[in-house]
């Protein structure tokens, strides 16, 4: 729901502004339309129901994964594909994965989203509604910003939809926001925010050339720019950041670039986030062994690591995989 739009339109409508505020309070606890919202006056409903799409994002189709993981294609008014992603844990975790744009206008060689059409910026409500569409058939408590685009290229939509975040049950410690290393945005957030979001980085390789080959923003913003200000970031907060870290058979996986690794990032600002890399075509994945000798290099040199669990791979919904198809030609 575009908040703005309602806002004005409430405002236009010669109603108070906590007309808008309740119609948002209902919205976030997962109302199904204008239609729940009992304590709103029923012309207003009315009114605002034929004015404000309830939502900004339409879904088109769902797929659900063998382990509970749930994929949803949603179009933006003008027509733009965007993907999101529900996961759920045996321990109750619910966790959403939004986009932040639609496409993404970066090219990083392992991830299937680069590979197809940029569109544009979502919105703050295109993001919010996402996380709307899985809180209208559940609770949610956790949200990371790793669908599809940079997030900190759309920095300000995306601290707008975070920081509304916790009116649906999110907190902030529970919800983390995932760049390449987007310096201008990079340094946005870590000036300017005070809640205590999580940051994670998308390193993938500690020697520069590498990494320049994997991700090509990394010749626009070069990494010690970069950790120096993920070093800034912990400084003021004490949070680490997390720093992802997908395992690339014979690219970036031997113990040696485990110690280079480790040698970069040191102990104390940063925690690691070892990846099993998801088939999107180029490359093969690190074998399990693999992963655990790179782990242990870690281990001992003392640097915080954990390897991530993958979800939803059987439906394409797992990290690196999310690529909707262009809009299905409508036949004349
Ligand atoms: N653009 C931001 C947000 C996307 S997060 C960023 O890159 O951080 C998506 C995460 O999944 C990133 O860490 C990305 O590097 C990782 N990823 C991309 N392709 C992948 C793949 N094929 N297998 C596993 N992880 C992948």
Same mark, same amino acid.
């Given at each position: 729901?575009?908040?703005?739009?309602?806002?004005?339109?409430?405002?236009?409508?010669?109603?108070?502004?906590?007309?808008?505020?309740?119609?948002?309070?209902?919205?976030?606890?997962?109302?199904?339309?204008?239609?729940?919202?009992?304590?709103?006056?029923?012309?207003?409903?009315?009114?605002?129901?034929?004015?404000?799409?309830?939502?900004?994002?339409?879904?088109?189709?769902?797929?659900?994964?063998?382990?509970?993981?749930?994929? $949803?294609?949603?179009?933006?008014?003008?027509?733009?594909?965007?993907?999101?992603?529900?996961?759920?844990?045996?321990?109750?975790?619910?966790?959403?994965?939004?986009?932040?744009?639609?496409?993404?206008?970066?090219?990083?060689?392992?991830?299937?989203?680069?590979?197809?059409?940029?569109?544009?910026?979502?919105?703050?409500?295109?993001?919010?509604?996402?996380?709307?569409?899985?809180?209208?058939?559940?609770?949610?408590?956790?949200?990371?910003?790793?669908?599809?685009?940079?997030?900190?290229?759309?920095?300000?939509?995306?601290?707008?939809?975070?920081?509304?975040?916790?009116?649906?049950?999110?907190?902030?410690?529970?919800?983390?926001?995932?760049?390449?290393?987007?310096?201008?945005?990079?340094?946005?957030?870590?000036?300017?925010?005070?809640?205590?979001?999580?940051?994670?980085?998308?390193?993938?390789?500690?020697?520069?050339?590498?990494?320049?080959?994997?991700?090509?923003?990394?010749?626009?913003?070069?990494?010690?720019?970069?950790?120096?200000?993920?070093?800034?970031?912990?400084?003021?907060?004490?949070?680490?950041?997390?720093?992802?870290?997908?395992?690339?058979?014979?690219?970036?996986?031997?113990?040696?670039?485990?110690?280079?690794?480790?040698?970069?990032?040191?102990?104390?600002?940063?925690?690691?986030?070892?990846?099993?890399?998801?088939?999107?075509?180029?490359?093969?994945?690190?074998?399990?062994?693999?992963?655990?000798?790179?782990? $242990?290099?870690?281990?001992?040199?003392?640097?915080?690591?954990?390897?991530?669990?993958?979800?939803?791979?059987?439906?394409?919904?797992?990290?690196?995989?999310?690529?909707?198809?262009?809009?299905?030609?409508?036949?004349?």
């Amino acid at each position: 729901m575009d908040l703005k739009h309602l806002e004005e339109r409430v405002a236009e409508l010669g109603e108070p502004a906590y007309r808008a505020r309740q119609v948002w309070e209902w919205t976030a606890r997962g109302a199904e339309g204008y239609d729940d919202m009992t304590n709103v006056p029923r012309t207003l409903r009315d009114s605002l129901a034929a004015d404000v799409p309830f939502s900004t994002l339409a879904p088109e189709s769902e797929q659900r994964s063998r382990d509970g993981t749930v994929k $949803t294609l949603f179009r933006t008014h003008d027509g733009h594909p965007v993907e999101a992603v529900l996961m759920r844990y045996r321990d109750g975790r619910r966790s959403v994965c939004v986009s932040s744009q639609s496409g993404c206008p970066l090219t990083c060689t392992f991830c299937a989203t680069g590979q197809m059409a940029f569109g544009r910026n979502l919105t703050p409500w295109e993001i919010l509604d996402q996380v709307l569409h899985f809180r209208r058939s559940e609770p949610l408590n956790h949200l990371v910003f790793m669908g599809m685009g940079e997030p900190l290229m759309n920095v300000d939509a995306v601290l707008e939809a975070a920081r509304r975040l916790p009116d649906i049950g999110i907190t902030h410690r529970r919800t983390t926001i995932s760049t390449v290393g987007w310096l201008p945005g990079l340094q946005r957030f870590v000036e300017e925010v005070d809640e205590p979001i999580r940051l994670a980085l998308s390193l993938h390789a500690a020697d520069p050339g590498l990494r320049s080959e994997l991700m090509p923003v990394n010749d626009r913003y070069p990494l010690p720019d970069v950790l120096a200000l993920c070093r800034a970031h912990w400084e003021r907060t004490k949070r680490r950041v997390f720093v992802e870290y997908v395992m690339l058979a014979g690219v970036n996986d031997s113990q040696a670039q485990a110690r280079a690794l480790a040698g970069l990032l040191g102990r104390d600002a940063f925690k690691v986030n070892l990846i099993p890399y998801n088939p999107t075509g180029m490359y093969d994945g690190s074998s399990r062994s693999v992963i655990a000798a790179f782990k $242990t290099e870690l281990d001992r040199a003392r640097v915080p690591s954990t390897v991530r669990l993958t979800r939803g791979q059987d439906i394409a919904a797992a990290c690196g995989q999310l690529a909707a198809p262009a809009r299905p030609r409508v036949r004349a």
